[in-house]
């Protein structure tokens, strides 16, 4: 038996691709989700801002409140992806300091350094 083979029973990196404008929102059903997901001990997340059109404070707020979540139940919260526009809204409020950052996904996989099952969720708020 192959003992570098990951457990089955291992949980998933949970990737959740945002899309449209991250700005304004204040959408509790999603906290409540991520709340459902780390209730089930998947701990590990991957925010995925391609789609993201645009991306304000309350946006950002949204980011650290979910990421305060997953750390305090000892997960871990990695961003990818991000457009040229909200990466220099990521800097101008100090969030490039905050997380780590992946110019794309692959990056941001590696980062979990295993063979990993993967579970997409996609959110598109369009205003």
């Known amino acids: 038996m192959d003992r570098n083979l990951p457990r089955v029973d291992e949980p998933p990196v949970i990737l959740v691709r945002f899309g449209g404008n991250l700005a304004r929102h204040e959408d509790p059903s999603f906290e409540i989700i991520i709340q459902e997901i780390l209730d089930k001990m998947c701990l590990n997340f991957i925010f995925d801002f391609n789609r993201v059109k ?3 404070s309350a ?3 949204l980011v ?8 305090k139940r000892g997960g871990s919260l990695l961003l990818c ?3 040229k526009n909200v990466r220099s809204v990521f800097s101008m409020l100090g969030i490039d300091n905050r997380f780590r950052i992946f110019d794309d996904l692959g990056g941001a996989l590696e ?3 295993r ?4 579970e ?3 959110i598109n708020y369009e205003l």
């Open 59 to 61: 946006g950002i707020g």
């Open 54 to 56: 645009f991306l304000d």
């Open 111 to 113: 980062n979990f350094g």
């Open 64 to 71: 650290i409140k979910l990421a305060s979540m997953i750390e």
């Open 81 to 83: 992806n991000p457009q």
């Open 120 to 122: 997409i969720i996609n």
């Open 115 to 118: 063979l990993l099952r993967l």
